[in-house]
């Protein structure tokens, strides 16, 4: 079952159009707008067959919440969210390059964006979130990932240790990433398939995830 929301702002539209065009079911472009980039955007849109309305500034506000849309948005079907159980086959199709990112509470939509972001740009297999421990895909986030949310599978788990101990059966290495640890991440070896871990903005790894992860 697919889910339509709203994606907002130059890069995170242009993101995708260039990955996931086929979902995008219109484009709304703030009427009087004159930014080029924008006006590149609807052409592109058009040629693809995509229809292109004009709206008032205040429809596409209502739209984009927090997230600043930048006089663009695009309403996008998404797919539906990456079941946990189709992590174990993720990692056997990634085999020795699997790379997971796993997230241990990050709620700040800003932050969970950026992760995708870099996740997408490192050519991640999937990240890895707790169903009741993240933010989820708002327009913020979205706008934020700049395309990356369109581009790596996001895996919302329900129980994050179980998840992990997933992965080391797979023969994925683990890593949290902690302020206090007296090892420099330069000094591992992350060859072969590994993930690494982050922890919350505030308390940072909990103390299961701590214990589950190999380094």
């Not at 980039?37 to 058009?46: D, F, M, N, S, Y």
């Not at 309305?53 to 663009?72: K, T």
């Not at 949310?149 to 080391?168: M, Q």
Request: charged share 25%; aromatic share 2%.
């Amino acid at each position: 079952m697919m889910s339509e929301s709203w994606i907002v702002g130059i890069n995170p539209v242009e993101g995708a159009l260039n990955n996931d065009a086929e979902r995008i079911r219109e484009l709304l472009v703030e009427q009087g707008q004159r930014n080029p980039r924008v006006q590149a955007l609807a052409e592109r849109a058009k040629a693809l067959k995509i229809p292109v309305h004009h709206r008032p500034r205040e429809q596409l506000d209502r739209l984009g919440g927090e997230a600043r849309h930048q006089g663009v948005a695009a309403c996008y079907e998404a797919p539906p969210p990456v079941a946990e159980a189709e992590l174990p086959a993720l990692l056997e199709r990634a085999g020795s390059s699997a790379l997971v990112l796993v997230l241990d509470g990050v709620t700040d939509p800003h932050n969970l964006g950026a992760c995708l972001r870099s996740a997408a740009a490192a050519g991640a297999t999937a990240v890895v979130v707790p169903k009741d421990r993240a933010v989820g895909l708002t327009p913020v986030v979205r706008r934020a990932a700049a395309g990356g949310a369109e581009r790596v599978p996001l895996v919302a788990v329900t129980n994050l240790a179980r998840s992990l101990r997933t992965l080391k059966d797979a023969g994925v290495w683990i890593t949290g990433l902690d302020g206090e640890t007296d090892t420099s991440v330069y000094s591992l070896d992350f060859k072969g398939p590994v993930a690494l871990v982050l922890g919350s903005e505030g308390g940072g790894m909990r103390r299961l995830t701590r214990e589950t992860c190999d380094f």
